[in-house]
């Protein structure tokens, strides 16, 4: 039984180890900045959830401690991703993407972001641009 | 034990990771790719801290991996807020 869990838990660490650097290598490989933003959710989701759920599963098992931790580390990375990721993507669309070059967003409005009343720029930034 | 080398893998791979991101720290075509590398590097580390805890059978770094998560986060959101802004709380 023994070996069995340590299998177990072994495969989910080598999974996430892969997942790991597959996202930290797409960070380098991929061509845009917005392609780039979506390697990395990789390593945050499979990649450091299955490390955690080893961890969990082994302190289970091995030490007779379950500890409730590594959930709520799982629990708080998965709210804060797509948080982070959507002001990454803002910065990145107010600094190097023009707003005629943006796809319609087929609902009869303005990206949100360009909303004049939301005002997400501080005008004084409005023309401090990054390079593609 | 076969887990002392999948721990021994998974070290290595996050730890490659780290200084891959650490590259893209330093040569980024932009601001927004050196946010993106930061926050992953928070993410990289997580996992370290949380590696370690199984390797060395001790359940003290959680807490420290969790608040590593938090302050990951708010400086993600804050650096982004300040190249948005050029302020952070106004």
Not at chain 1, 41 to 60: D, N, P, Q
Not at chain 1, 96 to 106: F, M, S
Not at chain 2, 32 to 53: E, K, Q, S
Request: glycine share 8%; net charge negative.
């Amino acid at each position: 039984m023994d070996q069995i869990v340590e299998y177990i838990l072994s495969a989910l660490l080598v999974f996430g180890g892969i997942f790991g650097i597959v996202g930290s290598f797409g960070l380098l490989k991929l061509p845009q900045t917005l392609q780039r933003l979506h390697a990395p959710t990789k390593a945050t989701t499979l990649g450091v959830g299955s490390a955690l759920i080893a961890s969990m599963a082994y302190f289970w098992y091995f030490e007779g401690t379950l500890s409730w931790h590594e959930l709520m580390i799982t629990l708080f990375l998965f709210l804060t991703a797509p948080i982070t990721a959507n002001f990454i993507a803002k910065v990145q669309l107010h600094r190097a993407i023009d707003k005629q070059d943006l796809p319609p967003t087929g609902v009869g409005t303005e990206w949100a972001t360009y909303d004049p009343e939301v005002q997400a720029v501080s005008p004084a930034l409005l023309n401090d641009r990054d390079p593609g | 034990m076969i887990l002392n080398y999948a721990l021994d893998f998974a070290f290595l791979c996050f730890g490659l990771g780290l200084a891959m991101n650490l590259y893209r720290v330093f040569r980024a075509p932009g601001v927004t790719d050196r946010i993106l590398a930061l926050d992953t590097m928070v993410i990289n580390v997580l996992t370290l801290i949380v590696l370690y805890g199984i390797r060395t059978r001790s359940g003290v770094n959680f807490e420290a991996a969790l608040l590593f998560a938090m302050t990951g986060f708010v400086s993600t959101v804050a650096y982004c807020k300040f190249v948005l802004r050029g302020d952070i709380i106004e």
